[in-house]
């Protein structure tokens, strides 16, 4: 039988099992056997990662050739401009390869926890929330997107992958589901 674990990630924690000196890892978080993470987020992203113990379905949920949207909630610095929005929303070129068209729009700030620690916070310069849906999920992919359009990423937390989101799961939150 397919397990999938859906599991809110939070920040500093690192997307692997075998422990770390610096960060925490899943192994702190999840104890269940054989399940592996279907993608990644870096140590400095929050938000839903999927974990199975199917490896075709894990495929089947990482792969960009499955076009699975992925729907990331980012806390920029600055007000991004409506060039800047339609700049990603196009696809961006990031030196060693151009972004697929995203589909991006300003967000009010979601309800969620404040992070530990805080996002640097400067006075004189205000923040703004993007959504970002990209149907692909290379390195840093995000932050390098936002920052090329001149609004660098404070906060990157993935909201959802398809169907599945962080909905009722709080930072560090687990839950086993069937898969659809």
Known sequence: MTTLILFNKPYGVICQFSPDKKHPTLKNFINIPDVYPAGRLDTNSEGLLLLTNNGVFQHQ?????????????????????????????????LGNYTTRPAKVRRIPPPDIPPRNPPVRFRQSIPTSWLELVLKEGKNRQVRHM???????????????????????????????????
């Open 61 to 93: 949920l990482s792969h960009p050739d499955h076009h699975l949207p992925k729907t990331y909630w980012v806390q920029v610095e600055g007000e991004p401009s409506t060039k800047a929005l339609a700049q990603m929303e196009s696809g961006i070129n």
């Open 146 to 180: 936002t920052a090329k359009t001149g609004y660098p990423t404070l906060r990157l937390i993935r909201y959802s992958i398809g169907n599945y989101n962080i909905d009722n799961l709080k930072p560090g939150q687990w839950l086993e589901i069937r898969p659809t």
